[in-house]
């Protein structure tokens, strides 16, 4: 066989094989599950959606909570470093008393 006669066979099964497709596309049971498939992209992207806000609602908890603990701990080192410096100019008043 030609060259030619093998494209033209190749060209009527490949028209044959999207004709039978696209008539089974058009099936009412391809147009179910169409619209099953749709849905369930839908409601697993609105729960994806969910899940990644309250991640995020987490995570700004876990955020302030960190937030308060340092806040915390630099106002008690503060108070610490205000504490020696009162101590170390008593020490230093009481020196020069002397």
Do not use: C, W
């Amino acid at each position: 066989m030609s060259r030619m006669s093998n494209l033209l066979i190749g060209a009527g099964i490949g028209a044959i094989l999207t004709a039978v497709i696209f008539r089974l596309a058009q099936s009412p049971e391809a147009a179910k599950l169409k619209g099953k498939v749709s849905d369930a992209y839908y409601k697993t992207r609105s729960r994806a959606e969910d899940v990644v806000d309250k991640a995020k609602g987490e995570v700004l908890r876990a955020g302030t909570k960190v937030a308060d603990k340092v806040a915390d701990d630099a106002r008690k080192t503060a108070q610490k470093a205000y504490d020696i410096k009162g101590k170390m100019h008593a020490m230093e008043a009481a020196h020069a008393k002397k």
